[in-house]
């Protein structure tokens, strides 16, 4: 009967001890994970986010240096297909059908956003926590948009003219190699170049 005494205190301090345990566990969790929710982040993606204000500005400069397109280009995508298909399609979860109605309403981003954090993630090295930032999603909807949006993107130049054509005559050449060298002065006889980021 005496060994019975202490049963019922042990089995508290077993319990406390499993209870600390997995509080412990679940601090450790959270400081591994590193992303920002919707508290953290502006109230509403359609308003006054960075993008926006870049978009706003209409700045080439500014559209190639973060997308790697001019604005003419950009909206030209966008024409090209991007808009429609973003609209129509929908976007592919595994807790709805896909053969859905597409409600691009309930979206929290439209087609020019969504353009524009697919050609940020591809133009830059910057980590998906900068994309949420930048265009106040949390992380979920940041990956679910920019695989989305690649797919979409990569329909459009099969959907369109665009098409890679060799310069028409020896002046073109001439012409287009001269802007290379003015730039990169060590690429003398290239007609084009392209900048290429790895991704670790």
Not at 7 to 20: C, L
Not at 109 to 131: F, K, P, Q
Request: proline share 6%; net charge positive; glycine share 6%.
């Amino acid at each position: 009967m005496q060994n019975g005494r202490w049963v019922q205190p042990a089995a508290a301090i077993i319990w406390v001890g499993a209870e600390e345990a997995r509080k412990l566990r679940a601090e450790r969790r959270k400081q591994s994970r590193l992303y920002l929710c919707r508290p953290q982040l502006l109230p509403n993606p359609r308003y006054n986010t960075p993008w926006q204000v870049l978009h706003a500005s209409g700045s080439d400069r500014a559209f190639i240096t973060t997308m790697g397109f001019n604005c003419q280009t950009f909206h030209g995508i966008i024409k090209a297909g991007f808009g429609s298909a973003w609209y129509s399609t929908p976007i592919p979860r595994n807790d709805v059908r896909t053969m859905g109605q597409p409600h691009p309403g309930a979206r929290s981003l439209d087609a020019e956003v969504a353009l524009g954090l697919v050609l940020h993630y591809l133009n830059s090295t910057m980590r998906e926590i900068s994309l949420q930032q930048i265009f106040a999603l949390i992380p979920t909807t940041v990956s679910r948009y920019i695989t989305f949006g690649l797919s979409i993107l990569l329909m459009v130049p099969q959907n369109s003219n665009a098409a890679i054509r060799w310069p028409g005559s020896i002046d073109k050449f001439q012409s287009y190699n001269d802007l290379i060298v003015e730039r990169h002065p060590r690429l003398t006889g290239a007609f084009a170049s392209v900048d290429v980021i790895y991704r670790v």
